[in-house]
């Protein structure tokens, strides 16, 4: 089968690529960043610039359009943000694509309608507010006495404020005024991510993951499965329930008697799809919908080599575990690190430098420009 992936500077996308790669198919890659990470993999038949989704997103759909008649693409798979642009032309483009309608993505992606969500399947999510003014959030701080606080569109938690002070919060908005945020109890306790393939309202496919080593506040960094039946469940039954197809990932808090709480919602590939790829049935989780769900092997450990030395590092040393750090590192496989496919992982500082350049030249921060061309904020 010919599949066209979207979203080719993440590793889960380069990791997508070598797993139907395996599986017999012949993969395209159509991405609008230049020098991504994915670029130099030889399980990739043909990569295609495209414009940028956020900034031209008649002409990105136009491209795949094209892309897909003369290539004769018979799947198209997003994997990152650029998923809620190609959902803005998902009646115009002429084959299937594997995710859902933009209006059901907003639900899943929006913080607060994801609460709302959630509560229609009277699943647990923190107590919330939403701050549209001052007001909104000086009555939120006389209603908890200790709050989260986000946008109600963000990624990688990097403008999330966990515990601000009143005046941080008040300044934090200030900054904003436009931009409609998100007030949530605090809930301390124990962070898992988890990520799922569905189909029809039926998870295919399905690991869970702690968050121990983090690059900044959110992106986890080293990746070790766990069984967690409870967060399962919880999937599960917010899929059944909104009929889902596609690729869906959480954050959940468990507290410390034991309730799942989930925090948000991402709904396309995140790092639990790198505990899955090992398995040779992986790929059938995207085409099958019968068969049992598909989750990883518990002797699987994976990380991002260079962000554990980068971040994962540092940390250690500060909080005194390097030990466990170091048992981390020396017994994870690195990601990117495939000896059938070395040139990935060997020019993997040219995608670095391209989120660099790009950062520089747009006045922001790396990790900002990593999603800068794609990213989606409820626009349109």
């Given amino acids: 089968m010919n599949i066209l992936l979207t979203g080719g500077r993440a590793?889960?996308?380069?990791?997508?690529?070598?797993?139907?790669?395996r599986a017999g198919h012949t993969v395209f890659m159509a991405e609008s960043l230049r020098g991504h990470v994915s670029q130099p993999s030889n399980t990739i038949k043909a990569n295609f610039v495209v414009p940028a989704p956020r900034q031209a997103t008649?002409?990105?759909l136009a491209a795949l359009k094209k892309i897909i008649v003369e290539n004769q693409i018979e799947l198209l798979i997003p994997t990152c943000e650029e998923v809620f642009h190609v959902a803005k032309g998902l009646g115009d483009l002429p084959c299937p694509v594997f995710t859902e309608p933009l209006h059901r993505l907003d639900v899943y992606h929006n913080k607060w309608k994801f609460v709302i969500a959630a509560g229609e399947c009277d699943l647990r999510t923190p107590e919330s507010m939403l701050v549209m003014?001052?007001?909104?959030?000086?009555?939120?701080?006389?209603?908890?006495?200790?709050?989260?606080?986000?946008?109600?569109?963000?990624?990688f938690a990097s403008r999330t404020l966990i515990l601000p002070t009143l005046k941080e919060a008040l300044s934090t908005l200030a900054l904003y005024p436009q931009q409609p945020w998100i007030a949530q109890e605090y809930i301390a306790g124990h962070q898992f991510c988890s990520y799922s393939v569905?189909?029809?309202?039926?998870?295919?496919?399905?690991?869970?993951?702690p968050t121990i080593y983090t690059a900044g506040q959110g992106a986890t960094i080293a990746f070790q499965p766990v069984e967690h039946a409870a967060i399962y469940d919880w999937v599960q039954t917010f899929v059944?329930?909104?009929?889902?197809?596609?690729?869906?990932?959480?954050?959940f808090i468990q507290t410390p008697e034991g309730d799942v709480v989930a925090l948000e919602c991402n709904p396309r590939a995140t790092s639990g799809l790198h505990l899955l790829t090992g398995n040779p049935r992986f790929v059938e989780s995207f085409f099958q919908t019968e068969s049992p769900c598909i989750t990883p092997d518990a002797s699987v450990s994976r990380m991002l080599g260079m962000a554990m030395l980068v971040y994962g590092m540092p940390a250690s040393l500060k909080h005194g575990n390097f030990g466990a750090w170091l048992k981390t590192f020396l017994h994870s496989d690195d990601v990117l690190l495939d000896f059938h496919d070395p040139l990935p992982f060997l020019m993997q500082m040219r995608s670095i430098f391209s989120y660099l350049r790009l950062g520089r030249r747009e006045g922001i921060s790396a990790l900002a420009a990593s999603t800068y061309d794609i990213e989606w904020n409820g626009e349109g």
């Fill in 11 to 21: 590793p889960v996308t380069l990791d997508l690529a070598r797993a139907f790669h």
């Fill in 198 to 209: 569905c189909q029809n309202g039926r998870v295919t496919a399905h690991a869970v993951y």
């Fill in 133 to 155: 003014r001052e007001d909104d959030l000086l009555f939120a701080y006389t209603h908890w006495r200790g709050l989260v606080l986000k946008p109600v569109y963000s990624r």
């Fill in 240 to 251: 059944k329930h909104f009929g889902v197809t596609g690729q869906m990932a959480f954050d």
């Fill in 58 to 60: 008649e002409a990105f």
